[in-house]
């Protein structure tokens, strides 16, 4: 079923019942912010994360796209109503909020701030940490997968670097405990973890970020 977007307002995206999908939000033409839909017996609100609803006061044109197609286009008054929304940070630079409703600076804004070859650089000793302390071979994977294939760079609308592993533990608690271990090996060797879920873990090095998911 093609996902409807019935209206949209100060508290979110509003859906009708059977939505599934991924949707990107555009104001006035920036893809500001991402979400995943899972499907669901009635319609469903999805509120905008509080990152994103600082910034929304003034008017927009917000449109919502599913693998870019376009499912729904207005323009909105958010807040005061006063002005235009601006999906900035405090410098003005045009900022993204990503799934984990953090803000970030998408590589298309940063390509000459040397942004891409640190994460580069990071993707690659997280990898080499993984080869020799546990064990495992990782590869890049989703967006950064995409980028590469398509065009052997960066998609500019991604912000971080995606890496992943194939786990070959049998049950989803010796998965966990699998990378809790790499998370251990990483912080050993001066790399900055933060744990997301049982499965996700995110590498920070200042400013930069980089994922890595077992499967």
Known sequence: MKPVVQRVDDEGLHLQRGTDCSLDVHFDGWRGWSVAVEDGPDPVTVPWPKRLQARLDGRSLVTVTVDDDEVFRG????????????????????????????????????????????????????LEVMRESCGLEGWISFGTLLGAARSGSVIGHDSDIDLCFLSE???????????????????????????????????????????????
């Open 75 to 126: 323009e909105v008054a958010f807040g005061t109503g006063e002005g235009r929304v601006e999906i900035v940070d405090r410098f003005g630079n045009p900022v993204i909020i990503d799934k984990w409703g953090l803000t970030q600076r998408v590589f298309a804004t940063r390509r000459d701030s040397g942004a891409v070859e640190a994460m580069t650089s990071m993707a690659e000793r997280v």
């Open 169 to 215: 533990k049998q049950t989803p608690a010796e998965m966990a405990v699998e990378i809790w271990g790499v998370a251990r090996a990483l912080v050993d060797a001066g790399i900055s973890v933060k744990h997301k879920t049982a499965s996700f873990i995110t590498v920070r090095s200042e400013e930069h970020t980089s994922e890595l998911q077992s499967h």
